[in-house]
């Protein structure tokens, strides 16, 4: 088919990967504009961007699609059909309505559940057991358009947003391609009414550990903000973000290490921090860490 490729992040590369492995035309490429980063603040194009220059693909970032002018453009690339993945612009209904097969939406949930933002972080933050992909057909409203396609997984006990995001995007991949070549025969379901959650997005006044929780809240906080913003505590003052974790047996009083590997006590039961980065270093396994920070029982983190 020939599409038009609308994405931006890291999450959305494998999928344009996909669509080109397929066979697919790339009439073109639309991402986020390029935008400073990096020590020395120079524009740096997102990985999307990146890719399809590498690809030699068509590539358009342009700020707004309410125009005129970017209708028009869009238009005149005459895709059979809009992919889209966390592209970060809303479509107006001028580009919804010029693709044959329309706009499809790669989203990182079982829909109704978790529209918006943020459906990795959310969907482990809440202590889902299952989450997933939906191929779901683009209207005006937030992530409520009829599902063509639907692929669940299961949520691993230890899984963090980073691992989950890319276990997801190669499902999204997979799932679009499976979409694409069999359009004609799929069905659009209707998105039911009970059961909408929304993954609003991520603040940082979220990321603080508050130890005074159980367990089980502190352990999701911590894989669920992995790597973004990132949860994080103090020791002795200085900030330590808090990466991957595991439910940890013991009690204690809440902050204070219970044991040296380390395991952190909560207001009921403790977690074991697996991954830990202080300001300024990278991130480091819990052995490597505590050979530079030692933790002996005891130790208060607030």
């Given at each position: 088919m020939r599409v038009t490729f609308m994405g931006s992040p890291e999450f959305s590369v494998p999928v344009l990967d996909a669509l080109v492995a397929a066979g697919h035309e790339i009439a073109a490429v639309y991402c986020q504009p390029?935008?400073?980063?990096?020590?020395?603040?120079?524009?740096?194009?997102?990985?999307?961007?990146?890719?399809a220059l590498e690809l030699g693909l068509e590539v358009r970032h342009p700020v707004s699609l309410k125009t005129p002018e970017a209708q028009k453009e869009f238009a005149s690339?005459?895709?059979?059909?809009?992919?889209?993945?966390?592209?970060?612009?809303?479509?107006?209904?001028?580009?919804?309505?010029?693709?044959?097969?329309?706009?499809l939406n790669i989203h990182a949930s079982l829909l109704p559940r978790w529209r918006g933002a943020a459906p990795i972080h959310r969907a482990i933050m809440a202590g889902d057991t299952e989450t997933g992909i939906c191929i779901m057909q683009m209207e005006a409203g937030l992530d409520t358009g009829p599902v063509l396609l639907r692929e669940a997984t299961p949520i691993g006990a230890e899984e963090t947003t980073a691992e989950l995001h890319d276990r997801l995007s190669v499902?999204?991949?997979?799932?679009?391609?499976?979409?694409?070549s069999n359009i004609d025969n799929l069905s659009p379901t209707t998105q039911p009414s009970?059961?909408?959650?929304?993954?609003?997005?991520?603040?940082?006044?979220?990321?603080?550990?508050?130890?005074?929780k159980p367990a089980d809240a502190v352990d999701r906080q911590i894989r669920?903000?992995?790597?973004?913003?990132?949860?994080?505590?103090?020791?002795?003052?200085?900030?330590?973000?808090?990466?991957?974790?595991?439910?940890?047996?013991?009690?204690?009083?809440?902050?204070?290490?219970?044991?040296?590997?380390?395991?952190v006590a909560c207001a009921k039961g403790a977690v074991q921090l697996l991954r830990l980065q202080k300001a300024g270093s990278r991130a480091q396994g819990a052995e490597e860490f505590l050979r530079g920070t030692p933790m002996p029982i005891g130790t208060r983190l607030t």
């Open positions: 390029p935008r400073p980063a990096g020590r020395g603040k120079k524009d740096r194009p997102t990985p999307v961007h990146a890719r690339f005459a895709p059979e059909v809009a992919v889209v993945v966390a592209y970060g612009l809303i479509l107006p209904q001028a580009v919804l309505d010029t693709p044959t097969y329309g706009c499902i999204g991949a997979d799932s679009i391609t499976k979409a694409l009970d059961g909408i959650t929304y993954a609003s997005k991520i603040s940082k006044d979220e990321a603080r550990v508050d130890w005074n669920g903000l992995s790597p973004f913003p990132g949860a994080w505590c103090e020791l002795d003052g200085a900030r330590i973000k808090l990466l991957a974790s595991r439910l940890a047996e013991g009690n204690g009083e809440a902050g204070e290490t219970i044991s040296t590997e380390p395991y």
